[in-house]
């Protein structure tokens, strides 16, 4: 909205007054501004999950290849003295070669089991070529598709050469011989994973990758060209999913440095904890280490594998360390496939990075193949070494004087940095890095509590939160935490498993194999649980039986009905509507759990949700007995009874104040639409017949060319439309609606059409045949279903409920006729699917089928519902046959184009060969919903294929866009109420706006106003003015014409928007409101068919759209002549009270979205003005027959009438109840006389007359002015007492020229501005002198 320039540069005024205005803005409810209202109702775009390994590998063979040579040292390394010797932690020069040979191979063997236990160990030590490939080749053969190590250490040969080869030895060792590394490759096979441990050791990583590309281009080769001689060899093995580990650059040597073990890179590789504790000891901090020596480390008490010993301490928090160090620095698909897919060779690789800090404080620099980003200067190495500081700080006292051992404060620590990062971080940030830590505290019980809780704030914030703590690897851990016991964890279990289920469902397969769903099952019947933890237990059990039959069996034995059906009347509302939407996902096509739910009379529990008051649990209910009717499970008498009752209560909700109910409604009715088809066809015929035989006027028909309405694409999205598009065509609610009336009863010979819909004719270009339903033609257009639904007389709806069996199926196709012309488009739509697919099956099994053979191809066949793309158009789209065209339009209108007609279908001319189709062989005494001759093709399928194009199409997204709620951050604070966020800022700025607004207007009004005739703003509007409102603090005016809306900005003189809405022609506005004007304002349109549209983002350049739409008063006959339909708002209840021609003003209560209350007017003639005070809760109603009653609505439907006053001798015009504590009423008639009642008072206190011949009043609330509008062309301004203080008859400037008849005004709630609209379509607005304002 605009800011009024004006109004900000206004004086400013004591800060008391401003402030408590600004208050009861704050205080003031808003309606329609719930998610329901403000988003699409659809589930969240599935995230594509990566966190599951599509193929976990193991290790399971390890080739140990050691060229030691023991005592002979190659001829090109020269050693310094002294060296380094340790191989393996043995000095090999401490025993005979041979023995040594054997104990260091031995040891290799028992360090790499430590990290795989289960992998078979081959050591070939001084070998040969030949052995090297028996060895590799048997290894290979017994991996098959598993990942085979190989580990090579070279200490005892030359260096590897540049033509990519290693060395062994021959025989009897007396020489040195080269191996080939694309031997080695041939015989390895992928997956595979090589260490090499020698000097230069990164040549070989890059000859393997030559080899590798070479090996690429061969089967490329092959592949393309198979007598190329390559294609004749046996393919080589792909070398792509090979991962190398080597120690140095290609133009390194090992360290030598005779502290160090000769094999460090093996050493850092398969003994991390013992070399990283050697090294820690040689640097120079050690020295603040007291008494610390190498001996002592050796004697670090505890195992590596127990956690609570100090070595298992260490390392656990190495672990910890490089683990995460891996996750912040590698790129997440990496991190996936090296720390995440194979246990050995993650564990080498979080080694690894050990490696790369040792070993490059020596100028060394092992590399990899997949390449690492450097992590050798890693923050977290400082936290490694104060852990290991920490540890060996007490290592004298223990050893020495056996004190106990204190536990490392690593964890701790790192979880407070963790929950700094989450209470302190900004919305777009970095992830966290101590998250793969969090990981490993649920490991640990004294961290547990502490790393759930965070873990569960941290996947609060979003599903990008659970899409990175699952790619981190928490699944297996979480899963695994539900066979704890302990009560604590419960809840927070629960959350997190809500929010991994809302992102990703596809977990509850795992949740069902690892009995997972019994945990939820125990929280939901725990009712000591709060209702909140309950209903994520629900949620996620909603999740396991949705669509997953082996889910459905587990949690039926489980005892989820009995559980969900106790829960159907917690005061929770979130759990009411998730114990619905579960138990409709349990029996949904699960005959077993249905018959249970049937045992416990689920659908009898289930019918009191229909009354809630929250429309979304109305909505589960809804779901929950649409799935119950909806199973494919033959039929019994009993259950058929069932069913009945059930689709009886549904068609209660036929009026629901909510659109989101009545959608589900459609999809429940669908389902009991597949299931009793035959029913439902037997029906479709007899109202087709009957409505052929009837025609019914509608006022529509005596439409003046004034009035006509515009033709739109949708309604869903207005457009400004151009004023000379006017047709008599009824905007359709949806682009197809009008397309295909089919004729639908071709007789033989190929005569006429049988019959036309409601007052439409049929076209004669239009090409289409009678398609299936998925040809976008429909069968049944709106003009027909309309005049259907007023065939079958409206009082039949009232009477729908406890009607005899035998007709259920006509009750239900008449609430599906009405859910048809709803006034919200896709409750419409999703109608107009449903009746026009019986239509179609109907019509298609009634009469001989004609099938069009090739030759006609552009016609297109009657296809089977699910087959698309039958329609073929000639490439023009030219009508192929022209049929008979029948009577013109009403009134001449003229015809828009073809597509938007009801087409008929052609007459039936033989084609080419002259043959008949086969549907000439039925007998003529054919069985209504026989198959007839069974024919190959697509027909064979039909029924099923019918039933999957109701289901298919028929889904509301309900349960999906329920789910979104636990996606999304419940802990947050909503924006609304964060006092620094946007929203709360524009807030802030409307209620400042509304109060300048309120004051300055009260200081004109106090002043007096003498005269009110100065024209500020004059125009024509598109069309005739019907209702005229103005926005109570900005300067936009709506202007309702009859089916459209115009926005003006009077202090601009410029139209803001135009737009349709959306309203059957023989409809016309007769009421608008303002709703929130004070803040997001809404507008609501009520038309004289009783339906009532609420729009938004109008008049600020974004498309109108509409928020919702229902019937607010069912039983109303379009007239010409009535009261329309007239509505008052109270902003401070929420309350919406709407009455005219109808007997009853009925109360609608908009945060529940339903009727509160009926309450009966006792007259027989229409309410043609309704005035509220929510204060005293007071209605007074304004009558037809000159009476003014007043009703208290606090009491029951028989007492309710306090007061009748029948001094009006004609049709009330207006009568107005004053807001104050003591207000008066106020009624005028169509005579001109005022009258001022006391509401205590069976008299009038006081009587005015005024104009003869009013047609429009209004009385403005602040400043006791009423102005009338005349049929005689003017317009008289009078203040309380009476007095003319102006006569308007001229319009300024236009020559003088005479204002219109009057058709309606409106006096502005605030200023003293008065707009008026006639029937010239012009629009002026008349305010008080200049000076004044």
């Not at 070279?154 to 020489?175: A, D, S």
Request: net charge neutral.
């Amino acid at each position: 909205m605009k800011m009024d320039s004006d109004l900000l540069h206004s004086p400013a005024v004591g800060l008391a007054e401003e402030e408590e205005a600004d208050m009861n803005d704050w205080k003031l409810p808003l309606a329609f501004m719930k998610k329901r209202h403000s988003e699409k109702i659809e589930g969240s775009k599935a995230l594509a999950q990566s966190w599951r390994m599509k193929d976990r590998m193991k290790t399971v063979s390890v080739a140990l290849v050691l060229c030691l040579n023991v005592g002979v040292d190659p001829p090109d390394v020269v050693k310094t003295s002294p060296c380094a010797r340790l191989e393996c932690w043995i000095d090999p020069l401490s025993m005979s070669p041979q023995k040594a040979l054997e104990t260091i191979g031995a040891n290799l063997q028992k360090q790499y089991e430590n990290w795989q236990p289960r992998a078979r160990y081959k050591q070939s030590l001084d070998p040969t070529v030949d052995e090297v490939k028996k060895l590799c080749t048997s290894l290979r053969r017994n991996a098959k598709e598993e990942r085979v190590l190989f580990h090579y250490n070279g200490h005892g040969v030359p260096r590897p050469t540049v033509n990519g080869e290693i060395w062994v030895f021959n025989k009897n060792y007396t020489q040195y011989i080269p191996l080939s590394i694309y031997d080695l490759q041939t015989w390895m096979g992928s997956p595979s994973i090589f260490v090499y441990d020698c000097s230069n050791a990164g040549i070989i990583v890059k000859s393997f990758k030559q080899f590798a590309l070479q090996r690429e281009q061969e089967l490329e080769v092959a592949a393309i060209n198979p007598s190329h001689p390559l294609a004749q060899m046996p393919l080589p093995p792909s070398m792509k999913n090979c991962i190398q580990l080597a120690a140095c650059e290609a133009s390194e040597l090992l360290p030598m440095n005779p502290d160090l073990p000769a094999d460090l890179f093996t050493s850092c590789l398969t003994t991390p904890i013992k070399i990283a504790l050697r090294w820690f000891c040689m640097q120079k901090s050690a020295k603040l280490v007291p008494g610390v020596t190498l001996d002592l480390i050796e004697k670090i008490p505890g195992r590596l594998n127990d956690r609570r010993t100090p070595l298992g301490e260490l390392n656990w928090i190495f672990t910890a360390i490089t683990d995460t160090i891996a996750w912040n620095v590698l790129p997440r698909d990496l991190f996936q496939k090296l720390f995440r897919q194979d246990l050995l060779v993650a564990s080498l690789f979080r080694n690894f990075l050990l490696a790369e800090r040792i070993m490059r404080s020596y100028n060394c620099t092992p590399v990899s193949s997949p390449r690492l980003p450097p992590t050798y200067m890693h923050a977290m190495w400082q936290a490694w070494d104060l852990a290991v500081d920490i540890c060996l700080s007490q290592l004298p006292t223990i050893i020495e004087e056996g004190t106990a051992f204190r536990h490392s404060p690593f964890f701790a620590e790192q979880l407070t940095a963790f929950q700094v990062w989450l209470t302190m971080g900004v919305e777009n940030r970095n992830p966290p890095e101590q998250l793969p830590i969090v990981l490993q505290v649920l490991l640990s019980q004294v961290h547990r509590l502490r790393a759930l809780d965070l873990l569960g704030r941290f996947l609060d914030l979003g599903p990008w939160a659970v899409s990175l703590a699952l790619s981190v690897g928490i699944f297996p851990y979480v899963l695994k935490l539900l066979q704890s016991s302990a009560r604590e964890l419960r809840p927070l279990l629960v959350f997190i498993w809500a929010k991994i289920l809302a992102v990703d469902s596809s977990c509850q397969a795992d949740l069902v194999k690892d009995n997972g769903h019994k945990y939820f099952l125990s929280v939901l019947a725990d009712s000591y649980m709060p209702a909140e933890h309950r209903t994520m237990a629900v949620f996620i059990l909603a999740v396991i039986v949705n669509s997953y039959t082996t889910g459905q069996e587990a949690c039926l034995q489980g005892n989820l009905i009995a559980n969900c059906l106790e829960q159907l009347s917690d005061p929770h509302p979130l759990l009411r509507q998730w114990v619905a939407i579960c138990l409709g996902r349990i029996w949904q096509n699960f005959d077993p759990a249905r018959w249970c739910g049937v045992r416990d009379s689920a659908h009898e529990k289930l019918y009191t949700l229909l009354s809630d008051p929250i429309p979304e649990v109305r909505c589960a209910a809804v779901f929950a007995l649409g799935t119950f009717v909806g199973n494919s499970a033959e039929r019994t008498d009993h259950s058929t009874t069932i069913d009945h009752n059930v689709a009886m209560m549904l068609a209660q909700l036929i009026n629901d104040g909510s659109p989101v109910v009545r959608k589900e409604l459609v999809v429940a009715l669908s389902h009991l639409v597949v299931q009793y088809e035959s029913n439902f066809c037997t029906v479709a015929l007899q109202f087709i017949e009957e409505e052929k035989n009837y025609s019914v006027p509608s006022p529509a028909n005596t439409a003046e060319p004034g009035n006509l309405t515009p033709v739109r694409d949708s309604p869903a999205i207005p457009r400004l439309r151009s004023v000379n598009s006017y047709t008599n065509i009824r905007a359709a609610t949806t682009a197809r609606l009008n397309k295909s009336l089919q004729n639908l009863n071709l007789n033989e010979e190929g005569g006429p059409p049988a019959f036309s819909p409601g007052n439409l004719s049929t076209s004669s270009s239009a090409s289409s045949t009678l398609g299936s339903p998925d040809n976008d033609e429909y069968i049944l257009s709106f003009e027909t279903i309309d005049k259907m639904r007023r065939v079958s007389s409206y009082s039949s709806l009232n009477s729908l409920i406890g009607v005899s069996f035998n007709s259920v199926y006509t009750q239900i196709w008449r609430v599906l006729l009405h859910l048809a012309a709803d006034p919200f488009p896709e409750v419409s739509d999703l109608a107009m699917k449903v009746l026009n697919s019986i239509a179609y099956k109907a019509t298609m099994n009634a009469r001989p089928q004609r099938i069009l053979d090739s030759g006609s191809l552009t016609q297109s066949a009657p296809a089977s519902p699910t087959s698309k793309g039958t329609h073929i158009h000639q490439a023009g789209g030219s009508p192929p046959m022209p049929s008979t065209s029948s009577s013109s339009l009403t009134n001449e209108v003229p015809k828009p184009p073809a597509r938007d007609q009801p087409a008929t279908r052609p007459p039936y001319t033989p084609t080419l060969g002259g043959q008949a189709p086969h549907s000439h062989q039925f007998p003529r005494t054919r069985k209504m919903f026989d198959k007839g001759p069974e024919q190959a093709g697509e027909d064979g399928d039909e029924p099923c294929g019918h039933r999957n194009y109701i289901s298919a199409v028929l889904q509301t997204g309900l349960c999906d866009w329920s789910a979104k709620y636990f996606a999304q951050p419940v802990m947050k604070i909503p924006e609304e109420h964060d006092l620094e966020s946007q929203v709360r800022m524009e807030r802030q700025w409307r209620f400042l706006r509304n109060t300048r607004v309120r004051r300055q207007s009260r200081c004109i009004t106090q002043r007096g106003v003498s005269r009110l005739d100065d024209q500020i703003f004059i125009n024509r509007n598109p069309g005739v003015p019907s209702v005229v409102k103005f926005h109570p603090f900005n300067t936009c005016i709506a202007v309702a014409d009859k089916d459209s809306i115009c926005f003006w900005d009077w202090e601009k003189g410029e139209r803001l928007d135009y737009f349709y809405n959306g309203n059957p022609r023989y409809t016309r506005i007769t009421a608008m409101e303002y709703l929130n004007g004070h803040d997001c304002s809404l507008l609501l349109t009520a038309t004289d068919d009783g339906a009532l549209r609420i729009w938004k983002n109008f008049a600020d350049q974004k498309n109108p759209e509409m928020v919702t739409a229902w019937q607010g008063l069912s039983d109303m006959l379009p007239t010409t002549r009535g009261a329309g339909m007239v509505v008052d708002w109270e902003q401070e209840t929420g309350l919406l009270m709407t009455s005219g021609d109808v007997r009853v003003i009925r109360i609608w209560d908009t945060d529940r979205e339903m009727k509160v209350q009926d309450i009966p007017t006792g007259a027989d003639s229409c309410v043609t003005s309704l005035s509220c005070d929510s204060q005293r809760s007071l209605i007074v109603a304004g009558l037809g027959d000159g009476s003014v009653r007043v009703f208290d609505r606090r009491m029951g439907p028989n007492d309710c009438r306090v007061m009748t006053y029948r001094e009006h001798g004609a049709w009330v015009v207006k009568a107005h109840l004053q807001k104050e504590t003591d207000g008066h009423i106020i009624s005028v008639s169509v005579n001109g006389d005022v009258r001022f009642f006391e509401p205590r008072t069976p008299d009038s206190i006081n009587v005015l007359q005024t104009v003869k011949g009013l047609t429009a009043l209004d009385i403005h609330p602040e400043a006791n002015l009423f102005a009338c509008g005349s049929m005689n062309q003017f317009i008289a301004v009078y203040n309380s007492n009476g007095d003319v203080i102006s006569n308007i008859k001229y319009y300024d400037g236009f020559m003088g020229q005479r204002i219109g008849a009057i058709s309606c005004l409106a006096f502005h709630p605030f200023w003293p501005h008065l707009a008026v609209g006639s029937n010239d379509y012009y629009m002026s607005i008349y305010s008080a002198e200049k000076r004044l304002r």
